[in-house]
């Protein structure tokens, strides 16, 4: 896969945005959950009942959440600040 691009997931979560080579690149948006009422557990580690989403809008690098973007979890948390690599990193606000 490469340029602009949506994949949708079996569960219902998708992403729409960049891709290169393979890999989410650039500024883009996904979701993660389903509306089957499955429990899942998010990228972030928190396992979630029921149906409903967590999303992440903002930048990816090399397939992971790297600079600037916002996570928001089904349950309510929300972090909005840096990310490097997929984990949370320098300034941002829980």
């Given at each position: 896969?490469?340029?602009?691009g949506?994949?949708?997931?079996?569960?219902?979560?998708?992403?729409?945005?960049?891709?290169?080579?393979?890999?989410?690149?650039?500024?883009?948006?996904e979701?993660?959950?389903?509306?089957?009422?499955?429990?899942?557990?998010?990228?972030?580690?928190?396992?979630?009942?029921?149906?409903?989403?967590?999303s992440?809008?903002?930048?990816?690098?090399?397939?992971?959440?790297?600079?600037?973007?916002?996570?928001?979890?089904?349950?309510?948390?929300?972090?909005?600040?840096?990310?490097?690599?997929?984990?949370?990193?320098?300034?941002?606000?829980?």
């Open positions: 896969m490469h340029g602009l949506v994949v949708r997931k079996a569960s219902g979560g998708k992403f729409e945005g960049k891709f290169r080579w393979g890999k989410k690149m650039g500024h883009g948006k979701t993660w959950g389903n509306v089957l009422n499955i429990g899942f557990i998010c990228p972030l580690g928190f396992k979630h009942e029921g149906r409903g989403f967590c992440y809008e903002g930048y990816f690098a090399d397939g992971h959440f790297h600079g600037n973007g916002c996570f928001a979890c089904l349950d309510g948390r929300r972090y909005e600040g840096n990310w490097r690599r997929g984990r949370r990193h320098g300034l941002g606000r829980q």
